[in-house]
């Protein structure tokens, strides 16, 4: 039997706003295998905007909330392969040569996307699930190449009774990028109907993710074009059954 793990979520503050039923998800599905869960609601950003935009000074100060909120936590687990990449490989450069480097250190160890979580810690692709449709999956960029995570949600995604997976041909960015969208909202949304179209080719009828950013932007967009498709969470799916 495995052991009963006490596990931290965190969630993304645009989660927390907008797509609340995804922190929602992770606690059933996380609950369902046997394992106590905390969200301690006093978390806020990871500081990532700060962050990219070169602003580190306010970034860190951000950041370092939230590195002593989850000082004592035995594992971290986030909704998003982009704050995730910001906790687990940036906090480690954001805090080097402060006291707090050791702290970073040791939260990037123990932190963990959510499908990574599930697969590669947990040992888990089976949750249950049950989701009668063709899909295809987005690799949010900071998922795939800054976490390196390509094969965790698929090997999930291969688990889920009655749905179809049917690939992309390319395996591009869709253009939100966070500030990038902001300051270069042409090239953002050029970028975005570009996957659009990708997708579309696969006649899948969702778009599946890790990253509820790049699907608010998807969605946007084929909103506009008057498209049928529809974007889902990889928790959200995963937690019909």
Sequence with gaps: MARIMKITLFIPCFVDSFYPQVGISMVRILERLGHRVEFPEDLTCCGQPGFNSG?????????????RRLRDTEV??????????MVKNYYPELFAGTPLEKDARALSARTYEFSQFL???????????CFNARVTYHDGCHSLREMNIRDAPRRLLAQVKGLELVEMKQVVCCGFGGTFSA????ISTAMGEVKCASAAETGADYIVSSDSSCLMHIQGLLDRQGKTMRTIHLAELLARS
């Design 119 to 129: 697969v590669d810690r947990l040992g888990v692709t089976d949750v249950g699930a």
């Design 76 to 85: 971290v687990v986030i909704a998003s392969g982009s704050c995730g990449a």
């Design 55 to 67: 602003c580190w000074t306010e970034a860190r100060l951000v950041a370092e909330k939230v590195l």
């Design 183 to 186: 300051k270069f909202p042409m």
